[in-house]
């Protein structure tokens, strides 16, 4: 159930919507918009009465929710939802960049590749020092030492860092350095997991599960609002197919779908979804023609030394050109085509390389 309020409701009035909603014993989340405050009611396990609501000075309407989730629906929030962190921002008109290699590796080879990708411009640097690989033997991330070496990248080089809880044992000490959590694809149904991240105060960047639908992944990001914390940044990172060309199935028509039904940013990640490298330029481009708000991007220094994900890491040295055509893809879209002339299909072969 939605409370929406009147445009010019005053604070005070939504407050008391808010403590009559605690009265009834449910929890009020109330949300600020432009063009009005929606108080959505959780905590209930049927229809919510609103008769101890009825007559409240400021209220405009009653909504149903029609779905199962609420706090990720577009019905409670209409406007896009941006998180920012201090100057940094991903969602709304930003075009934010997430990129480094798989795994924390040694200082030198992290602190290189993180030298370098700051220079690009890029602030997001991701890096696992908890690593969920699908094999026991496997390295498994560095661990503590792993995160000594991300608190470095930071405090050097101003970056923002993106790494993965893999449980409730290191997410105390991981959530210290971590300046977006992320929850991946493997734990993407880990309900004590992500209530845990709801109680953070960091914004939660979460992967889309390896067979999950929609509902699947909102439920998810439910799970995380619900608990308190409402800065959550979805990501569409390939899904299981019967497709053997690629490592999973990137699905791109994910990313309109959740503009639609979220007001939550969605980002993606071509490396996991490709599993080698040659795909992740084209799947870049096309993800940010489809809506995205970013990309999260696997880069290594020499990719065959890579300690996890070599195949589908981008060299650092091809890792410009790719950030330069996915601002042109950007840059096209911003573009509003001109109606009065019909639009000149025949695009000069020298077109897309003027991006390079
Ligand atoms: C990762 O980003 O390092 C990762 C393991 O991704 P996913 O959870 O999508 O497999
Ligand atoms: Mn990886």
């Not at 992500?194 to 067979?211: E, T």
């Not at 993800?287 to 994900?309: F, K, Q, R, T, Y």
Request: hydrophobic share 45%.
């Amino acid at each position: 159930m939605l409370v929406v309020m009147e445009k010019n409701a005053t604070d005070a009035q939504i407050e008391r919507v808010c403590a009559a909603i605690r009265t009834m014993g449910y929890e009020p989340h109330p949300m600020p918009g432009a063009q009005r405050t929606a108080v959505c009611i959780t905590g209930n396990r049927g229809p919510v009465e609103t008769d101890g609501l009825a007559g409240l000075p400021g209220i405009r309407e009653f909504i149903r929710v029609s779905k199962p989730y609420k706090l990720v629906s577009r019905e409670f929030r209409q406007e896009d939802t941006v998180i920012t962190l201090g100057d940094d921002a991903i969602g709304g008109e930003a075009l934010s960049v997430i990129a480094g290699p798989c795994s924390v590796e040694s200082p030198e080879t992290t602190l290189r590749i993180a030298e370098r990708l700051a220079t690009l411009g890029v602030r997001f640097f991701r890096a696992g020092a908890y690593k969920p690989r699908t094999s026991p033997y496997a390295f498994q991330g560095l661990g503590e030492e792993g995160l000594r070496i991300l608190a470095e990248v930071r405090d050097r080089f101003g970056m923002r860092i993106v790494t993965e809880a893999l449980d409730a044992d290191s997410l105390e000490s991981m959530a210290a350095v971590a300046d977006i959590v992320q929850i991946g694809a493997r734990n993407m149904h880990n309900t004590s997991l992500l209530k845990l991240v709801g109680r953070l105060d960091k914004p939660v960047l979460l992967k889309r599960g390896l067979a999950a639908t929609l509902d699947e992944l909102f439920m998810a990001a439910e799970y995380i609002m619900s608990a308190g914390n409402y800065r959550v940044i979805l990501c569409e990172r390939g899904i299981r197919s019967f497709c053997d060309h690629s490592r999973f199935t990137l699905d791109l028509a994910a990313v309109p779908a959740i503009r639609r039904m979220s007001h939550l940013p969605v980002l993606v990640d071509p490396s996991h979804a490709a599993g080698t490298s040659y795909m992740v330029e084209p799947l870049s481009l096309a993800a940010v023609a489809c809506g995205a708000s970013g990309l999260i991007v696997e880069v290594h220094e020499d990719p065959a030394l890579a300690w996890s994900d070599g195949a589908q890491a981008v060299p650092l040295s091809e890792f410009p050109r790719l950030l330069k055509r996915i601002q042109a893809v950007r840059a096209s879209m911003e573009a509003e085509p001109g109606v009065s002339e019909p639009p000149d299909l025949r695009i000069p072969p020298t077109a897309w390389a003027s991006c390079a």
